[in-house]
């Protein structure tokens, strides 16, 4: 038994195909979990290879214990144990893997503890991924900020809003590629002072709104609209996600795996408001299993 006087944090670990990771997450939060992240080759900490590690967190032990049980009730072929962290310990993990690195061609993100050595890139951003873990070390968010740099004419001076904002990555390379503003918002209320701080540590924060709330809380339309989510969320919310479209707009999707894209294509060219998909001209629009997806409004000017 731990003599520690540490606060300790019980975490259920579950390794699943990526097809099954969907699935298993939304088990997970139906039994109680307050959070699930998800870890493959491309996360900072690495899922065995060719599988999704699902990291959940509970509230104490009982609660973890309760759905480990019921997760294997619920799927007997799953093998979920139950991982602790103690204090602070995940801050010094994650630190150990997050150094400078080249997003982009033009962006590089560091983390405050680091300096850069050797050249610099146009755009460095200094970032705190915090809670959020939004370094942008995952495919995910290098997809979308890839196809924003690619459009840079056309993202200058432009307002864009980033939906799933997380530790508002996207926002701030927007805002470096020259965005005239900034509308960011999360579901998760906890994360939206770190946007603010992010955006503060790199002089942006007159450009930038950050908000906790949902797609329905947005009024306005945008130019551009990013939303680096998940399949399973974007697809009932398209609708919504494309009235915030400005006329002539563009659409940014990531948190697509590759098995998921047809339907995603599929589903947002044949919405009410008429979109076309910007044919890929970037190897960067696919990575470790994960796509990033453009759209333009199909009746834009010209």
């Known amino acids: 038994m731990s003599t520690s006087t540490e606060a300790r944090y019980p975490f259920?670990?579950?390794?699943?195909?990526?097809?099954?990771?969907?699935?298993?997450?939304?088990?997970?939060?139906?039994?109680?979990?307050?959070?699930?992240?998800?870890?493959?080759?491309?996360?900072?900490?690495?899922?065995?290879?060719?599988?999704?590690?699902?990291?959940?967190?509970?509230?104490?032990?009982?609660?973890?214990?309760?759905?480990?049980?019921?997760?294997?009730?619920?799927?007997?072929?799953?093998?979920?144990?139950?991982?602790?962290?103690?204090?602070?310990?995940?801050?010094?993990?994650?630190?150990?893997?997050?150094?400078?690195?080249?997003?982009?061609?033009?962006?590089?993100?560091?983390?405050?503890?680091?300096?850069?050595?050797?050249?610099?890139?146009?755009?460095?951003?200094?970032?705190?991924?915090?809670?959020?873990?939004?370094?942008?070390?995952?495919?995910?968010?290098?997809?979308?900020?890839?196809?924003?740099?690619?459009?840079?004419?056309?993202?200058?001076?432009?307002?864009?809003?980033?939906?799933?904002?997380?530790s508002g990555i996207l926002a701030l390379v927007a805002l470096v590629l020259g965005a005239k503003r900034v509308t960011a918002f999360d579901v998760d209320a906890d994360v939206i002072p770190l946007v603010i701080e992010n955006a503060e540590r790199n002089g942006l924060a007159d450009r930038i709104q950050a908000f906790a709330g949902e797609i329905d809380d947005v009024p306005a339309t945008y130019p551009w609209v990013v939303a680096n989510i998940e399949a399973k969320v974007l697809l009932p919310l398209a609708d919504k996600i494309v009235e915030r479209m400005a006329p002539g707009g563009e659409l940014v999707l990531s948190g697509i795996l590759a098995n998921e894209e047809e339907k995603l294509v599929a589903h947002y060219t044949s919405l009410a408001r008429k979109l076309e998909l910007v044919e890929a001209r970037l190897e960067g629009t696919r990575e470790d299993g994960w796509v990033g997806l453009h759209f333009r409004d199909a009746a834009r000017p010209g």
Request: net charge negative; glycine share 8%.
């Open 12 to 166: 259920v670990h579950v390794a699943v195909t990526p097809d099954e990771a969907d699935a298993v997450s939304s088990v997970l939060f139906d039994l109680g979990a307050t959070g699930v992240e998800e870890r493959d080759g491309s996360t900072m900490l690495k899922a065995p290879e060719g599988k999704v590690l699902l990291v959940a967190s509970f509230e104490g032990f009982e609660e973890a214990e309760d759905a480990l049980t019921q997760l294997k009730e619920h799927d007997a072929s799953l093998e979920p144990t139950i991982e602790v962290i103690e204090g602070d310990a995940w801050r010094d993990a994650y630190k150990e893997f997050f150094k400078p690195f080249l997003l982009t061609r033009t962006v590089t993100i560091k983390p405050p503890w680091c300096e850069i050595e050797g050249p610099r890139s146009k755009h460095v951003l200094e970032l705190e991924p915090g809670r959020a873990f939004g370094t942008g070390l995952h495919a995910t968010t290098s997809l979308v900020a890839r196809i924003l740099e690619d459009a840079e004419d056309r993202v200058r001076g432009a307002e864009l809003l980033d939906a799933g904002t997380g």
